[in-house]
């Protein structure tokens, strides 16, 4: 099997690391943190001109979907960058979410705003106690005369904050826990009955509890068919778990570079720390988890969108526990590497440390994709 890219594969690469290396350098990314906002609107309008907004769009609406490879290739520089806009989150997720359950007339309402980075749209799904189980939705949505209302809480919203656009999954029939009777609505930022409890995350990122109480909306909100939302929040959900892989692979690959170089400028005794063995073996290992992480986001990308459910799910989770495995162990590796200062915020390597333990826990972490990984192979 080939993973040689084609020419135009290349220059998107190229062309998002050269930008990224212009405009997102570290002391650049530290005062976009410092920012009230948490993140730079400026960069997200750059990736719009670039076309990276839309590369989950459908063609009729100005976009490039599918565009799977393109997709983890710009995951994999944002991820070496440590990014902190809304991609994965809007761009991928939000976006796949609309173009696979929206009808005709919210396609061309939202999506030609999306790739021109006018409207931030994300999924609001995870509540508490649900322990990434996709299917547990205890928020409700009752009819009310022509529209609905909703009502509950949804738990660590990534970037909600900077949405315009909310897409909330609510059960419209069945227990708590059954994959049938999920819808999704489409909820405006500043809806009467809309609550965000916003806070940084542990890696700088901005998100928000999101608390629905008495939500009225019309009709029109429902995004797809009423209950029948599982099987593309499913699909989703796994692109966007493929997606996070090539990042992570992009944020392993600094920090093992940003480890290497200070081994080589550190000294003990004399000389650099890199002439060590102890140490030789130790960044020899971190090295292998790299390039282990990097083959299993080449199989979460490969089934991404497949057909197969079974197998998606399986090839996803695969790559996600190992890539979980390798963001923990170069990750702590750096750190101790670097002694005291890799956990100052003047390096960027604690940067990178908190991404990767953030990536390890986001969409499901080890622990869940190895349970799932064993059930889809029954």
């Known amino acids: 099997m080939h993973f040689d890219l084609t020419d135009e594969q290349r220059a998107l690469s190229d062309m998002v690391a050269r930008f990224l290396a212009q405009e997102y350098a570290f002391e ?39 565009a799977v490879v393109e997709t983890l290739l710009t995951m994999g520089a944002l991820g070496k960058a440590l990014v902190v806009e809304p991609y994965l989150s809007s ?31 994300v999924p609001a799904h995870g509540e508490a106690g649900a322990r990434h189980e996709l299917s547990r939705v205890s928020t409700s949505a009752v009819r009310k005369g022509a529209g609905w209302v909703l009502s509950g809480r949804k738990a660590v919203v990534l970037h909600a904050p900077a949405a315009g656009l909310l897409l909330v999954t609510a059960r419209t029939s069945g227990p708590d826990d059954a994959e ?16 965000l409890v916003a806070y940084p995350t542990i890696d700088g990122q901005r998100a928000a509890d999101v608390i629905l109480d008495g939500v009225e909306v019309p009709a029109a909100s429902l995004v797809g068919p009423e ?51 102890a140490l030789q073996h130790r960044m020899a290992d971190m090295l292998i988890h790299v390039e282990q992480a990097r083959s299993m986001s080449y199989l979460a990308a490969m089934h991404a969108i497949s057909g197969d459910v079974r197998e998606r799910r399986r090839s996803v989770s695969a790559a996600k526990v190992t890539i979980g495995n390798a963001c923990r162990f170069v990750g702590q590796q750096a750190v101790q590497l670097h002694g ?22 986001s969409l499901g972490d080890t622990e869940h994709h190895l349970e799932r990984f064993i059930m889809e192979s029954k």
């Open 28 to 66: 650049a990314r530290k005062k976009i943190l410092r920012s009230t906002e948490g993140w730079s609107r400026d960069t997200w309008a750059k990736m719009a001109e670039m076309g990276l907004l839309g590369l989950q769009v459908p063609e009729e609406q100005g976009g490039m979907a599918p």
């Open 91 to 121: 761009a991928v997720m939000g976006t796949a979410l609309i173009r696979h359950l929206a009808s005709d007339s919210q396609k061309r309402e939202w999506l030609p705003a999306m790739a021109a980075g006018e409207l931030i749209a």
């Open 180 to 195: 049938e009777g999920i819808s999704v609505f489409a909820v405006p930022a500043g809806t009467s009955g809309v609550e």
């Open 340 to 361: 005291g200062m890799g956990v100052t915020d003047e390096m960027a390597v604690s940067h990178a440390f908190k991404r990767l333990l953030a990536i390890e826990l």
């Open 227 to 277: 209950g029948g939302a599982f099987p593309v929040l499913s699909a989703t959900f796994d692109l966007g778990v493929a997606a996070l892989c090539a990042e992570a692979v992009g944020v392993l690959q600094t920090t093992l570079d940003a480890t290497l170089e200070y081994t080589r400028t550190r000294k003990q005794f004399g000389v650099p720390i890199a002439r060590f063995q």
